[in-house]
């Protein structure tokens, strides 16, 4: 099966975007073939969400297509690692799909999708510094102007959301922990803690005045870093019941196991007794400071995660680069 689409071409302009805004969107990126097995794969793994940050979904499914060899014949095309080397400049190591099924949002309903956010569950096991990217595709048509069902992102030369995963989530969890073991905190407080700092005041404003949202023909995808903060676009009234959405998630190849980051994302799934959409972040390492891509999580498939430059690669984009300016 023909996973790109034959058609594309990586251009500098696409580099230099992707490199200053941590996103960039990559036209007819994969052929028709890839649309139809992922809409067909997602389909027959959706599930319904069990934990309330991911309730504004109809259905979802985090470890979609594990150890699907398709997806693992995508990482291993020649083509597909040096587009992605050429735009995120560092080896990539494949962690996990996850699939996401919006519907239509009407009025009074919780299904909108994702408020604005980073990826706490995704990026959650690995050090704050250590990067990780995604490659986002819809499987079906979006149009930003009509029915939109798409998403909205913040450049991160404008607002960058480092100061997530460096301050603000870890003081949110041990706010929690401590306001538990001194007597409890109420479930609105919790979700007031985790939304409010993005999703109210001023810094909701300019996350609104300064966001993007793109349209999508089917084959197009975005890479976003996880410093990108972002937000689902609802599902309007419209043609399309439901909107589904494939990511692949990578990791820095040197990112290190952070135990205690992967163990706070768990406090308030304790706490409040529901269960969350994947075990992943707690069973890919068992040591602190692991080195992720040697944990025998990923002893059956190793190899077919990595995505590494062969010699001399990132110094002849760096020429080429240098030329181009």
Sequence with gaps: MQKLNPNFQLTQEHIEHYQRTGFVV???????????FLRARVNDEFETPTDHYQKGFDKLRYDLCNGDETIFELIGDESFRDIMLSLCQEDLFYTQGVGFSLKQSKP????????????????????????????????????????????????????????MYDFIDPAVFRCMDEHIKSGG???????????????SGGIARLLEYFSVEDDYELGD?????????????PLEEGPLEARDAFSLRFIAA????????????????????????????LEVCDVDNELITESAYFDADRDKRFLKASEGFYSALKVKQSKAA
């Design 26 to 36: 990559l036209k007819q990126f994969f052929s028709e073939e890839m649309i139809e």
């Design 108 to 163: 009074g309903a919780v299904n909108k999708g994702f408020t604005w956010h980073i990826e706490s569950q995704s990026f959650g096991f690995n050090r704050a510094e250590d990067n990780g990217t995604t490659l986002w595709a819809p499987l079906h048509k979006i149009d930003s102007k009509k029915q939109r069902g798409g998403m909205c992102y913040v450049p991160r030369d404008i607002i960058s959301g480092e100061f």
């Design 185 to 199: 905190i109420d479930f609105d407080d919790y979700v007031s803690l985790r939304d409010d700092p993005l999703n």
């Design 221 to 233: 995808v975005i890479l976003f870093d996880k410093y990108v903060l972002h937000r689902s676009a």
């Design 254 to 281: 040197d990112s290190r196991y952070d135990q205690k980051r992967a163990e706070m994302i768990e406090i308030p799934r304790d706490y409040y007794g529901y269960e969350g959409p994947t075990k992943f972040h």
